[in-house]
């Protein structure tokens, strides 16, 4: 079992530049999650797909945020144009839905850190 | 809204000492609970989960949690800690909704 895999583990990039983070998910899955960890705000879901169709957006900070999921086996997480406060850990976490429940519990990849100056 | 208030920002503990952690929820029907733990660098492992049942339930690495719902807390425990256990601890709450995470407790473990 490979787990969820993140691609870059770390991006350093300056102000205005456009940022893509990567996500494959573990085979079998239907959900997948993005978060946000900074030391103020702790761990933000951001958006999250089931069957590869966004459910939920609403922590998307703004517009220069953006997600897709083309298929099952991937996700991307876009910055355009990235700023000195989108500086944190990103990570993708992937579930799926046990019966006679309402959500699995989550498996998190190793994380994206960004570095914006 | 479903929240997660994790009181302790940071706890210190000398190795072979008990520990608990402390979790309080926010949620108006019966909660999903989880513990995760973080070590630097690295993604988040769950540690244990409660969905029904059994109120005390065990976890990996020697660790266990309460549900009690009187209370709304959730606190993980273990009764020897390990300097291996040094970490940052998160708990989660679901209800209809994707896990909530609280602020997280940092655990550092002296000799």
């Known amino acids: 079992d490979a787990g969820v895999i993140q691609s870059p583990r770390h991006e350093v990039t300056e102000m205005g530049q456009e940022v893509t983070l990567r996500c494959k998910p573990i085979s079998g899955h239907d959900y997948l999650f993005w978060y946000r960890q900074t030391m103020m705000r702790g761990l933000e879901l951001l958006i999250y797909?089931?069957?590869?169709?966004?459910?939920?957006d609403s922590g998307m900070p703004e517009d220069r945020f953006s997600a897709k999921m083309p298929n099952a086996s991937f996700s991307t997480l876009k910055i355009q144009p990235s700023e000195p406060r989108d500086s944190a850990v990103y990570f993708c976490a992937s579930s799926f839905l046990r019966t006679g429940t309402n959500t699995g519990e989550l498996f998190f990849g190793e994380g994206s850190r960004l570095t914006v100056l | 809204a479903q929240s997660v208030t994790q009181p302790d920002i940071h706890i210190t503990v000398s190795e072979g000492a008990s520990l608990e952690l402390r979790c309080n929820y926010s949620?108006?029907?019966?909660?999903?609970l989880f513990w995760y733990v973080q070590s630097p660098g690295q993604g988040l492992q769950l540690l244990l989960k409660?969905?029904?049942?059994?109120?005390l339930v065990q976890g990996i690495k020697g660790f266990e949690a309460e549900f009690k719902r009187s209370q709304s807390s959730f606190n993980l425990r273990k009764p020897s800690v390990h300097w291996s256990d040094a970490a940052e601890y998160f708990c989660a709450v679901s209800g209809n909704t994707p896990l909530v995470f609280g602020k997280g407790t940092r655990l550092s473990v002296i000799a």
């Open positions: 949620y108006g029907a019966t909660p999903y």
């Open positions: 409660y969905f029904s049942g059994d109120t």
């Open positions: 797909f089931n069957n590869n169709v966004p459910i939920d």
